[in-house]
């Protein structure tokens, strides 16, 4: 039995972490099995050398040979570029990975002083606005622009289910629904509905009568993670709330370069540091690679190898106990391969 992964550095920073992620799988030894990375292109430097951001020969390897996927970072321009679009936001949507997964959680004893956090942020995958159906016409009083929000009571259920059952495995087995349904009635109202409903589907038996159920609307949810984060467990979200929500729960424990995720599906999963591709420090060796590193843990965890997923993520939160041995974003001055390098030690 062998472990194919393909990896997707694709752009920026993504370069960096990636490798990262690699030596940690592969510190692991024969604890899991034996291991195949098989590199695979993808991003915008790629979509200007070739006029296509994911090849299908990428696409077609990873449906057809690999058992899991490593996604390092995209560079998406903030403009318009005709012919491209974001690989990431499409292989979300080619393989059905129609749940991010970002857990938060400081590590004890936080420097910074700011409250503990651990949470899970439970992001729909596939749609809300990312069906990105966007028009601009122009009418007598200037242009105008418009974009779809498409919600489904499908895939709001399949989110829904993966929030309780992710509850069910944490301590505290809390679900928030995050929306704005008092502005959105109909489509947040379907997606809070919907998932409201998961605990009363039929075949569920029984099985989350522990786990309790808040909502709060975005806006002040926002507010509440950052006044007491302590309150949130599993949070639920449509697809775009979601990547909000993650972003600022990554400022809580300190750097977006710890917070890691997976984009998952029924027969597929792919790890992904909520990061992007950050420009302004790419190319220095100064990435925190501990968010990818964490995303491999993930992504382990999620195959069912929760003992190799255990050692990698007590090595990283070691090494930030620890405080020695950092990147700048954390108030270090060491490099990623030194931070790497002390990462696999522990392992
Ligand atoms: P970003 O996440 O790339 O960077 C935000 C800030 O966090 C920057 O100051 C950056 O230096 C810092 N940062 C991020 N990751 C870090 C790490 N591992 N170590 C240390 N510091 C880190 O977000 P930004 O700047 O808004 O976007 C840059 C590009 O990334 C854009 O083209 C955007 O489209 C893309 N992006 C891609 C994502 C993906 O591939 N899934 C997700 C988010 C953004
Ligand atoms: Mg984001």
Do not use: W
């Amino acid at each position: 039995q062998s472990l194919k992964i393909g990896m997707l550095p694709a752009d920026g920073i993504g370069r960096e972490v990636l490798p990262a992620a690699r030596a940690a799988i592969l510190a692991l030894g024969s604890s899991i099995p034996k291991t195949e990375f098989i590199d695979l292109a993808a991003g915008f430097e790629h979509f200007t050398r070739t006029g296509t951001a994911l090849p299908d020969e990428t696409v077609n390897i990873l449906q057809e040979e690999c058992d899991c996927a490593m996604f390092g970072a995209v560079s998406s321009p903030s403009r318009k570029v005709t012919g491209y679009s974001s690989p990431i936001v499409a292989l979300r949507k080619k393989m059905d990975l129609y749940a991010n997964i970002r857990p938060v959680t400081s590590v004890a004893a936080e420097p910074t002083g700011k409250p503990s956090v651990d949470l899970v942020v439970i992001r729909e995958n596939t749609e809300c606005l990312y069906v990105k159906q966007e028009t601009q016409t122009v009418t007598e009083n200037g242009k105008e622009a418009r974009a779809t929000r498409l919600i489904t009571e499908r895939a709001s259920r399949r989110i829904g289910e993966m929030a309780f059952k992710t509850a069910l495995s944490r301590p505290r087995k809390h679900v928030t629904i995050i929306h704005k349904s008092n502005v959105l009635s109909i489509t947040d109202g379907l997606f809070r509905e919907t998932v409201r409903a998961v605990p009363t589907l039929p075949g569920v038996d029984g099985r989350y009568d522990e786990v309790t159920i808040a909502e709060q609307l975005v806006d002040s949810a926002v507010y509440r993670l950052f006044r007491e984060p302590h309150i949130y467990d599993v949070m639920v979200a449509p697809n775009l709330y979601g990547d909000i929500l993650s972003d600022a729960a990554a400022a809580l424990v300190g750097s977006l370069g710890l917070v890691p995720s997976i984009n998952a599906g029924d027969s597929f999963v792919m790890g992904e540091p909520v990061h992007g591709s950050a420009p302004d420090i790419a190319g220095q060796d100064i990435a925190n690679p501990l968010a990818a590193i964490r995303s491999a843990a993930l992504m382990l965890r999620h195959l069912g190898y929760g003992n190799g997923a255990d050692r990698i993520e007590k090595a990283v939160d070691q090494v930030i106990r620890e405080g020695m041995v950092l990147t700048p974003d954390l108030g270090g001055k060491s490099k990623t391969s030194e931070v790497t390098q002390e990462v696999i030690k522990r392992i």
